[in-house]
């Protein structure tokens, strides 16, 4: 990686991350201290928040909650909101790749949008996405 590349964070890696996942944790905190050594600029969108915060809120962890903020912050998050042209982008491409969900698309756009050249995720459809380059944590 180079410095200041921009990397796109889905909410997997967050999840595995915070919640101590027994197989990704490792994984995830590795990936964090190598981009952190690399001065990367990391992006995630407003939807990994919706995302991440449904379990939790469900069982009143608001402990996790706070972890998942404070990890924005301590690693210096850029929190993007959606707008017309991610959306836009989205839509692109959903036509382009039927198999693409809603939030996926929207993930996948913002990352575009903004300039990543990487998109941390764990889902292995999304390595089907030519336009920019998808890690997955079980491949590290």
Not at 78 to 88: E, F
Request: glycine letters at 2%.
């Amino acid at each position: 990686m180079t410095a200041s590349e921009k990397i796109f964070f889905d909410t997997a890696p967050f999840i595995y991350l915070i919640e101590n996942h027994p197989n990704y944790y490792s994984k995830v905190e590795q990936f964090f201290v190598t981009i952190d050594q690399d001065d990367c600029e990391l992006i995630t969108s407003v939807l990994s928040m919706a995302e991440y915060g449904v379990k939790p809120e469900k069982e009143n962890r608001q402990d996790l909650i706070a972890d998942f903020d404070s990890l924005l912050v301590d690693f210096h998050f850029q929190v993007i909101d959606i707008n017309v042209g991610i959306a836009r982008k989205s839509y692109q491409l959903r036509a382009k790749y039927e198999f693409l969900k809603a939030m996926d698309a929207l993930q996948l756009a913002t990352a575009l949008w903004i300039g990543c050249s990487r998109f941390f995720t764990n889902d292995k459809k999304l390595k089907k996405i030519e336009e920019l380059k998808v890690v997955l944590v079980e491949e590290l």
